[in-house]
């Protein structure tokens, strides 16, 4: 078991381009979830999914945002038009069930210049 | 108002001193998490915690239910105690998700 795996770490993009993150919880986990972080600030809830299920989304996820978890297993999170307002660390969690231990990724940080 | 509240936000003390950080929440939980973060890296969950109070090496952690509050102790700090650490919950219910609060900067020096 190598933990929560996310690619890239670091993503450098233009404005009004779209970028995809890549989250690859550990195994035997079933519930996923991604999370934003911004300089001095805690995490901010996105979205998770059970299984394939998106099961909540947050009004800071807008309409440019998009996630997937297609088999259950990994799940990729698209950011269509980004703005600089889009620059944070982009955080993956995973856990085996609600209120058990929880599983962070490293973060992707991205940078919209 | 922030469903879960931090004190201190920063926090500098001197190598060997016993340290505090305190966590209020505002909503109904079925467990709480303390988080340390380094600089650059990823979230480490140090404890969860439902009631009572816990004990790793030199961190404790309590919980009151009834007064909603938690906090993080360190005991004999060190340099390398030097992170962001995070109080998030469990809200109740089977959909819920974890809430985080702005986190404590703790800097330990020489």
Known sequence: DTGVSQNPRHKITKRGQNVTFRCDPISEHNRLYWYRQTLGQGPEFLTYFQNEAQLEKSRLLSDRFSAERPKGSFSTLEIQRTEQGDSAMYLCASSLVVTSRIAFGSGTRLTVV | ?110
């Not at chain 2, 003390?13 to 505090?20: L, V």
């Not at chain 2, 600089?39 to 309590?62: D, E, N, Y």
């Not at chain 2, 109740?92 to 020489?110: D, E, P």
């Open chain 2, 1 to 110: 108002k922030n469903e879960v509240e931090q004190s201190p936000q920063n926090l500098t003390a001197q190598e060997g001193e016993f340290i505090t950080i305190n966590c209020s929440y505002s909503v109904g939980i079925s467990a709480l998490h303390w988080l340390q973060q380094h600089p650059g890296g990823g979230i480490v969950s140090l404890f969860m915690l439902s009631s009572g109070k816990k004990k790793h090496g030199r961190l404790i952690a309590t919980i009151n239910i009834q007064e909603k509050h938690s906090s993080l102790h360190i005991t004999a700090s060190h340099p390398r105690d030097s992170a962001v650490y995070i109080c998030a919950v469990w809200g109740t219910g089977t959909a819920s998700k974890l809430t985080f609060g702005t986190g404590t900067r703790l800097q330990v020096t020489l």
